[in-house]
């Protein structure tokens, strides 16, 4: 019973600190990239005032937005844009120096700076879901285009005029094709999401929310493979209410539906994270604890009949159930350890009620 009470539950890591992780490990690099560049260019004098406040300005937002990272104190996802708005930023300040202030920016090259720009729409679609992608990404790409149209239309034959043209094309072909396909993501996912919900509708009792018959059955089925392989036991425990009829009959179906509510969340608490619960029909219930032998499955068998009795009052009326109580065995078939604990069940209401009975496999016999 201490096993029942006292199991730990694991938590799995937060996805979303790992997303945190992984940005802190790539506004490092960047960091570090920031700073090479910015002393590889001094040294070959290719620096220009306004290039120095560039890199300068660069390096105390990628520090502003490691600390906020690594504090704590923005959302996730809201960090995650920032990075993007303000790479796609730094394009569009080079873009403007090179083309209208070459006094100041004639040390940027800027075919390379356009191989890197794509990238800034893939990361609006990887970080965002399919809309919201499409509407970062194009006004990204309308703001490349207002800096760049004034020097194509004045200098359609200038250096950088045909690289550009090539840039907004290829841009304009990379968004479309990135939201076709997230898009088509988008509705896999969907597909799937009802998928699950049909498999899990397929699974699931609908008025106690709990596992029904169908499921049970596949998990005493995988069950009874790991006893016959030796590799565990297990004990099967089938409730009902006492007499539920006289629920129904004297108080009314909504009465005796609550009834069964009130006993599978009461059931629930009892066998949470040790095993398998399920309504197995009308107002049968069963639980599959791993691990237990009879002297053990029978006292929580017995705690779950007190905790019932103490806590299921419809119509202020208290509510009992009777439970059958085996243990499988190597050689078990999932119809012999259903009868046994039909058995069971029956051997505890002959013998009054509001108790459980075990009935094991040599008694049987």
């Known amino acids: 019973m201490s096993r029942i009470m006292h199991q730990e539950s694991l938590t799995p890591p937060s996805a979303d600190r790992f997303r945190r992780s992984v940005l802190m490990v790539i506004i490092t690099v960047s960091v570090l990239g920031t700073l090479s560049g910015w002393y590889i260019m001094g040294v070959r004098g290719l620096l220009s005032p306004v290039l120095h406040a560039v890199q300068a300005v660069t390096l105390v937002v990628l520090l502003a937005l490691f600390l906020a990272a690594w504090l704590e104190l923005l959302p996730q996802r809201f960090l995650e844009l920032s990075c993007l708005v303000y790479a796609a930023a730094i394009c569009v300040v080079c873009m403007a120096l090179r083309m209208y202030l070459p006094r100041y920016g004639a040390a940027i090259d800027l075919e390379p700076l356009y191989l890197w720009i794509p990238m800034v729409y893939v990361f609006a679609f990887m970080l965002t879901n399919h809309k919201t992608g499409l509407v970062v990404s194009s006004g990204i790409f309308g703001l490349f285009l207002c800096v760049s149209l004034p020097y194509l239309v004045q200098h359609i034959d200038g250096p950088y005029a045909n690289f550009t043209v ?136 017995d705690a779950l009949c007190a905790q019932v009795a103490a806590s299921s009052r419809p119509g202020g009326q208290s509510i009992t159930i009777s439970c059958g109580v085996t243990v499988a065995i190597r050689s078990d078939s999932i119809d012999s350890l259903l009868q046994r604990a039909d058995a069971a069940l029956y051997a505890a209401k002959r013998a009054g009620r509001d108790r459980a009975e075990s009935l094991l496999e040599t008694q049987a016999g």
């Open 166 to 301: 090539q840039l907004h094309v290829v841009s304009a072909a990379l968004i479309a094709t990135l939201y076709f396909f997230s898009s088509y993501q988008q509705r896999l996912r969907l597909v799937q999401v009802k998928a699950d919900q049909l498999a899990h509708l397929s699974n699931t009792d609908e008025l106690t929310k709990l596992p029904n018959r169908r499921h049970m059955a596949s998990v005493i089925d995988g069950e009874l493979a790991r006893v016959a392989a030796g590799r565990g036991g297990f004990a099967l425990m089938l409730f009902d209410i006492d007499p539920f009829k006289a629920i129904n009959d004297r108080f009314g179906h909504p009465a005796g539906d609550g009834a069964l509510v009130g006993l599978a969340a009461c059931a629930t608490e009892v066998f949470r994270g040790v095993g398998a619960l399920a309504r197995w029909g009308g107002d049968e219930f069963m639980a599959l604890v791993r691990d237990l032998g009879s002297a053990d499955a029978e006292r929580v068998a």
